[in-house]
């Protein structure tokens, strides 16, 4: 079976402690998309993990990974992880495969990435990891893929600091390189975990272009991602926090308010922890945002959402939720693209009562407070979608199931 993980708001919805969660029954992960540019965090008992490019189910002894044909690696970033997971006696040799398809990242792709954006009249706020630079080449017909490592011509054309750079990688990477397709076939009749990066409004086809990711973050990208067939994926799993947050620039309709609600926006965003993994930039906070959740969900055919940081509205008396735009005097329900749209957005609020206790120790949906279920039910209703996993905090078992996955 394969199944599919991706975010459903901006972004750090918790897809890293999801996968890693899942990760339990499946044999393989692949990360289908992206760059050292996303971060999950993984906590498991007194122990954090930061991962970047490797896929979350590295953490199991037993699981293979790989990372699939929508990734852009930058092997730098790449080696001094798996580094990192030496140095904390996580075995990785002979578990971590790299599709030949995937792209590279080059240094000067970095300093392209800072100077294109800080040239832009209306930057997007990128990470500045040569990402957006490689998917660029990668279009242009530029770009350097794994496959390309033993093509002496094209390897010779490239610069000099360029043919150094690949040069101290180039065996450990060819010694890691597989056709995924083939793989992938071999592996067909295994549970197989897709991991996305960013956010279904981060996508580059569906998100608020031009404030997007360039990678794809869409369920679509994950049998690309994976050098399969889109009818090859059995089910979509869309992670969602129980409030919004963005990186970067771009609209957000729900952003709290900095200046009048100071208050509730730090206690989510300090109780939340809402600070970059990757950046330590501090996020943008704001109300569930269901106008654009129920676009993700319709945009992704996601078949669960899972609802994760339920536990950051355990002391809130009442809680609020948008159910639709105000923009120009008028409501809308349907997700707008226009960027001048959004920006205009007010949202309509609806308000629920809070559970005023805490979630941290649920284990069943029953057991959960009313005023939180009320909360669940009316999200599943809004989004035509079951919430079927539900995260209470930030450790790998503060989360329940409501319906089996595999
Ligand atoms: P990702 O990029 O989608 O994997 O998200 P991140 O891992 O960057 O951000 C999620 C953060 O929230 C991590 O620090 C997680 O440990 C934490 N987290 C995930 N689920 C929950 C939850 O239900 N409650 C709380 N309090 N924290 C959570």
């Known amino acids: 079976m394969k199944v599919v993980v991706i975010g459903a708001q901006w972004g750090d919805e918790g897809k890293g402690k999801m996968v890693d969660y899942l990760a339990d029954d499946a044999k393989v992960v692949v990360r289908y998309a992206g760059g050292a540019n ?36 930058d092997p730098e970033a790449l080696f001094n992880e798996l580094q990192m997971l030496k140095d904390r006696g996580i075995n990785w040799e002979g578990r971590v495969f790299i599709s030949d398809r995937a792209h590279l990242v080059l240094p000067r792709y970095r300093e392209l990435d800072k100077k294109r954006d800080a040239e832009r009249k209306r930057p997007i706020g990128t990470t500045g990891r040569g990402i957006g630079t490689t998917y660029s080449m990668k279009s242009e017909r530029d770009g350097i893929r794994l496959a390309d490592l033993d093509w002496k011509e094209k390897i010779e054309d490239l610069e000099d600091a360029d043919k150094e750079f690949l040069n101290k990688y180039s065996e450990r990477l060819i010694s890691m390189r597989v056709n995924l397709t083939a793989e992938m076939y071999k592996h067909r009749n295994d549970n197989i975990l897709l991991e996305g990066a960013q956010g279904a ?24 991602g994976a050098g399969i067939g889109p009818r090859s994926l059995d089910k979509i799993l869309g992670v969602f926090k129980a409030y919004s947050t963005r990186v970067g620039n771009g609209p957000m309709p729900t952003e709290f308010c900095e200046e009048t609600q100071s208050e509730l926006y730090h206690y989510v965003r300090e109780t939340g922890r809402e600070y970059g993994v990757t950046t330590g930039r501090p996020r943008r906070c704001g109300y569930l945002d269901l106008v654009a959740l129920r676009y993700a969900c319709q945009t992704n055919s996601i078949d669960e959402l899972v609802l994760t940081h339920l536990d950051i509205y355990d002391t809130l008396d009442e809680i609020e939720a948008c159910v639709a735009y105000e923009i120009d005097g008028q409501k809308v329900v349907d997700f707008p693209t226009s960027i001048e749209a959004l920006n205009k957005a007010k949202p309509v609020l609806q308000k629920f009562s809070g559970w005023k206790q805490s979630l941290k120790n649920c284990r069943l949906y029953d057991a959960m407070p009313k005023s939180a279920r009320d909360y669940v039910d009316f999200i599943e209703k809004y989004c035509e979608t079951p919430v079927g996993i539900i995260s209470v905090g930030y450790e790998r078992n503060d989360t329940f199931l409501r319906t089996k996955v595999w």
Not at 47 to 57: D, I, N
Not at 209 to 217: E, H, R
Request: aromatic residues 8%; negative net charge; proline residues 5%.
């Open 38 to 73: 996303a971060g999950h965090t993984i906590v498991i008992g007194d122990q954090q993990y930061a991962l970047h490019l490797v896929p979350s189910g590295i953490l199991y002894p037993d699981k293979t990974v790989y990372l699939g044909m929508g990734m852009v690696i």
């Open 201 to 224: 409004l981060l996508d580059l086809d569906t998100g608020t272009y031009p404030y997007v990711s360039s990678g794809m973050s869409c369920s679509a990208g994950a049998a690309i």
